[in-house]
């Protein structure tokens, strides 16, 4: 089973600015993946980056990075140079287990300010 | 590769009513993935398919929750006797093998308020 908790439930940010988004995360799997998804207003659900837990190497997609510290259980999200376009609900996912099924947190409502 | 699509988007109904909701995953994936999504939370799992087969269901699940994939192709998801609790966004997401990780593609959901 996992659990995941995001602590902060709006942030805000000036554009071109950079944003951290916080989470912790807890999973009885030895084996799992970590994910933040993004959800713009009235749009679907979008992958924003990926890590696997066995890689100790943190994960990088353009202007979106993470730090992932496996032995305190945090997964924060830094989005650099924010644009306009960024502004969604951004939710920390965990997925374990052989159903692969997400356990998602409760989200962060991101603003992006001009 | 067209994405995963929901019908209907929205759906109004009445309290008692039962309600069905269609999804059609990206050709080929073989995992499809059902979760509720209420207002202020992040989604939860409901169900899942791999092919035609369901594999777990969710204790969110009750009885007057079915869901089927025939031909392991697109899969329904019926509310029967609906109630006020049931007013959610209900997701679908479909994935297939990719690398290591099993990575879910969303749809767009069907909003559903029961008055």
């Known amino acids: 089973a996992q659990t995941v908790t995001q602590s902060q439930p709006e942030m805000s940010v000036q554009e071109a600015e950079t944003v951290t988004l916080s989470c912790t995360y807890d999973t009885s799997e030895s084996d799992y993946y970590l994910f933040w998804y993004k959800q713009p207003p009235s749009r679907q659900m979008i992958l924003v980056i990926r890590q696997e837990a066995y890689k100790q190497q943190n994960a990088t997609e353009n202007r979106f990075s993470v730090n992932f510290q496996k032995a305190a259980k945090s997964f924060s999200l830094k989005i650099s140079d924010s644009q306009l376009g960024d502004a969604a609900m951004y939710f920390c996912v965990c997925l374990g287990g052989s159903n692969y099924k997400l356990t998602f947190g409760k989200g962060t409502l991101l603003t992006v300010n001009p | 590769d067209t994405g995963v699509s929901q019908n209907p988007r929205h759906k109004i109904t009445k309290r008692g009513q039962n309600v069905t909701f269609r999804c059609d995953p990206i050709s080929e994936h073989n995992r499809l993935y059902w979760y509720r999504q209420t207002l202020g939370q992040g989604p939860e799992f409901l169900t899942y398919?791999?092919?035609?087969?369901?594999?777990?269901k969710s204790r969110l699940l009750s009885d007057r929750f079915s869901a089927e994939r025939p031909k392991g192709s697109f899969s329904t998801l019926e509310i029967q006797r609906t109630e006020q609790g049931d007013s959610a966004m209900y997701l679908c997401?479909?994935?297939?093998?990719?690398?290591?990780?099993?990575?879910?593609?969303f749809g767009p959901g069907t909003r559903l308020t029961v008055t």
């Open positions: 997401a479909s994935s297939s093998r990719r690398g290591p990780v099993y990575e879910q593609y």
């Open positions: 398919f791999q092919n035609e087969a369901q594999l777990e």
